[in-house]
């Protein structure tokens, strides 16, 4: 590895795989399906396949919220693809060609309607099941805007801030210095919004929310990255009030536990094929990893 304060790009790059740090195994500058294998195929109209990231957890939570307000096929098998390489198979390229989760499968029509990116699914259900998503010209266009602005914030946060701050093999201030400027911006978007409404796009809450709280909501618990001193985060006051009002949501705790692969075995449900699973198919239950 280069030290930060000598290296000089060179006229053409090229890939080293000993430069990626903890993802380097998984990381690669090509597409495609590294191995052949089919995605299973549950009973359910809906097939998530997933795992309990931050853009995992929104489609997890927006199903959760669909079935407690009593959108019954909104039923789904969520499957755990594991970011290790299990979305490099031929089925799940076949799928999101992109080899990012989540990914679903819709199978309640006469077609399957595969769809791929966390803010393209959350759309599609809630346009689906008429939820969580205004129809009033002006509310739907916030709520829009709101769901755009995470997707397109997020990877500061993620991809730029938690792997220069967390993950790379050496720390270089640069970088922190210039992402951590970025997600306090951020913070202070989202804040400076919460001193005027109670929800992101307004009086309701919406898909604007759930795809915002898996990612801003844990940074301001301050749980993502171990980051929060360094962050301040308790002094967006009204990113907390709202943080704590969509944590409390009984569905959000339920789509929290979907395919989660770390923390309290009792808060693991590494697939969720049926509401029963909750009750006794969390890890600790089955002992199984």
């Known amino acids: 590895m280069s030290d930060a304060t000598t290296y000089t790009p060179p006229p053409v790059w090229t890939w080293n795989p000993e430069n990626g740090g903890p993802f380097a195994a998984i990381n690669r500058p090509i597409s495609g399906a590294t191995h052949e294998k089919e995605l299973p195929v549950g009973r359910h109209p809906l097939q998530l396949y997933s795992m309990g990231t931050p853009n995992g957890v929104k ?26 390489g299990d979305q490099f198979s031929s089925g799940f390229v076949a799928v999101n060609p992109n080899s990012k989760i989540p990914a679903m499968v819709d199978r309640s029509g006469p077609t399957p309607i595969r769809i ?35 997707m397109g914030s997020a990877p500061y ?14 720390k270089i201030e640069y970088a922190i210095d210039r992402f951590t400027m970025e997600v ?9 919004r919460l001193a005027e409404v109670e929800y992101i796009a ?21 749980v993502v990255y171990g980051a929060g001193e360094f962050l301040q985060v308790q002094e967006y006051k009204n990113l907390q009030r709202w943080t704590a009002l969509i944590n409390d949501r009984a569905p959000v705790k ?34 199984q990893s």
């Open 254 to 287: 339920r789509g929290m536990m979907v395919n989660r692969t770390f923390g309290d075995p009792a808060s693991q449900l590494l697939e969720r094929h049926d509401a029963s699973d909750f009750d006794t198919k969390t890890q600790d239950k089955i002992g």
């Open 184 to 192: 306090k911006r951020q913070l202070d978007v989202l804040d400076r």
């Open 157 to 170: 946060l993620g991809g730029g801030f938690g792997h220069f701050y967390a993950y790379a093999p050496i």
């Open 202 to 222: 307004g009086d309701k809450y919406t898909i604007a929310d759930m795809a915002i709280w898996p990612w801003y909501g844990a940074v301001a618990k301050g």
């Open 116 to 150: 791929f990116e966390s803010g393209a699914i959350l759309v599609h259900l809630a346009e689906k099941f008429g939820a969580f998503l205004p129809t009033e010209p002006a509310a739907r266009a916030e709520c829009l805007s709101w769901l755009m602005w995470q």
């Open 59 to 84: 489609v997890t939570v927006m199903l959760e919220e669909l079935l407690a307000a009593g959108h019954t096929g909104a039923e789904y098998d969520a499957w755990l693809i594991r970011i290790n």
